[in-house]
Nanobody, 127 residues
Framework: QVQLLESGGGLVQAGGSLRLSCAAS????????MGWFRQAPGKEREFVAV????????YYGDSVKGRFTISRDNAKATVYLQMNSLKPEDTAIYYC????????????????????WGQGTQVTVSS
């Protein structure tokens, strides 16, 4: 059974930074594309970022492009989300997720493409 555990959320002022981590249990972490999503109250879950199995390719949602950076450490079975220049509209619960496909090549941006999810970590940005 795969478990994903996010950490690093919190309260930060606008313009500040946070680094989220997502530690995965189970084997073959490096065999799966990993993604970050977020969900604000009353809104649908939104794609944030995705990273390829090796970490060599990444893709971002338009609202975070240029401010957020996704990375991974396969030896530690951990994926990260560095968030800079935070805005109040970044306030949400942030979730990491594992792609459904073993040895997948596609950088999936839809939630339905992921089968394992963490419990989420709250990020609140004050103005």
């Amino acid at each position: 059974q795969v478990q994903l555990l996010e950490s690093g959320g919190g309260l930060v002022q606008a313009g500040g930074s946070l680094r989220l981590s997502c530690a995965a249990s189970g084997r073959e972490f490096s065999s799966y594309v990993m993604g970050w999503f977020r969900q604000a109250p009353g809104k649908e879950r939104e794609f944030v970022a995705v990273i390829s199995r090796s970490g060599g390719s990444t893709y971002y949602g338009d609202s975070v492009k240029g401010r957020f950076t996704i990375s991974r450490d396969n030896a530690k079975a951990t994926v990260y989300l560095q968030m800079n220049s935070l805005k109040p509209e970044d306030t949400a619960i942030y979730y990491c997720a594992r792609d459904r496909k073993y040895l997948g090549l596609t950088l999936t941006t839809t939630a339905s493409g992921y089968d394992y999810w963490g419990q989420g970590t709250q990020v609140t940005v004050s103005s």
